[in-house]
């Protein structure tokens, strides 16, 4: 599944989206042990009571209330996935734990959206261009408009890139003078590498420390608040 990125001058990127659209068993697999991962990390940090943690009826999906609270501390204490994975405490079967493993080096960034449709999603941080396949839903469903400015996780999963699930909005649409830079950003970026597989993934997510937010200090403050007012969950 490709990419085709385009401007008003034609062409910029074609990318191939090696994963796209999960099926009923990858969403089971995925969910499943991103819940168990949640509970897990909940229970070892202590975010939010476990009482007010629930999932959804009917087909699989993340746990929502306050998951969106506890998933945001988890991707920055990451380094619990190596301890979920080796105590295994909720006894979860193997294809779980290999699941799991590798979002380890899960990065969770400010994106913002080059270009979407429903298969798949360009995004851009402060150095790289990230080709995005859809999970359950459009890879687009979440888009409000482009370009604008995302808090996301991206994880690796079945050799491609998906989000954890949770997406908060940041800025919905960028200032006029930032649209130009933006769009030269994009481009200088698209000469590089675009990261679009697990493994390309995992080798950028080995380089952040462990330690490092990269989301600043002013946009963190402004999610703690919506955690904290019960604006976001």
């Not at 042990?33 to 699989?60: F, K, M, Q």
């Not at 429903?118 to 396949?133: I, K, P």
């Not at 949770?166 to 000469?191: G, N, Y």
């Amino acid at each position: 599944m490709s990419l085709h990125w385009q401007t008003k001058n034609g062409p910029v990127a074609a990318v191939c989206v090696p994963y796209s659209h999960m099926d009923d068993d990858d969403a089971t697999l995925f969910y499943d042990t991103i819940n168990a991962l949640l509970v897990y990390a909940n229970n070892r940090l202590g975010i939010v009571d476990p009482s007010e943690l629930h999932e959804r009826s009917g087909a699989p999906c993340m746990l929502y209330e306050h998951g969106g609270q506890v998933a945001d501390t988890l991707w920055r204490n990451r380094q619990l996935v190596d301890d979920f994975v080796r105590d295994n405490p909720l006894h979860l079967p193997q294809d779980h734990l290999d699941c799991a493993r590798p979002w380890r080096w899960a990065l969770r960034d400010m994106f913002t959206v080059v270009d979407a449709n429903e298969d798949s999603v360009l995004y851009m941080n402060r150095t790289h261009l990230f080709a995005v396949g859809a999970s359950q839903d459009p890879a687009d469903s979440h888009v409000h408009h482009i370009p604008s400015l995302m808090l996301l996780t991206l994880l690796p999963f079945k050799g491609g890139i998906v989000t954890s699930g949770m997406t908060i909005h940041l800025s919905p649409r960028p200032a006029p003078w930032a649209v130009p830079m933006i769009s030269r950003q994009a481009k200088e970026f698209a000469a590089r590498t675009i990261i679009a597989t697990s493994g390309q993934l995992t080798t950028y997510g080995r380089k952040v420390p462990d330690d490092e937010n990269l989301v600043t200090e002013r946009f963190q403050r402004e999610v703690d608040q919506g955690f904290a007012d019960g604006t976001l969950l």
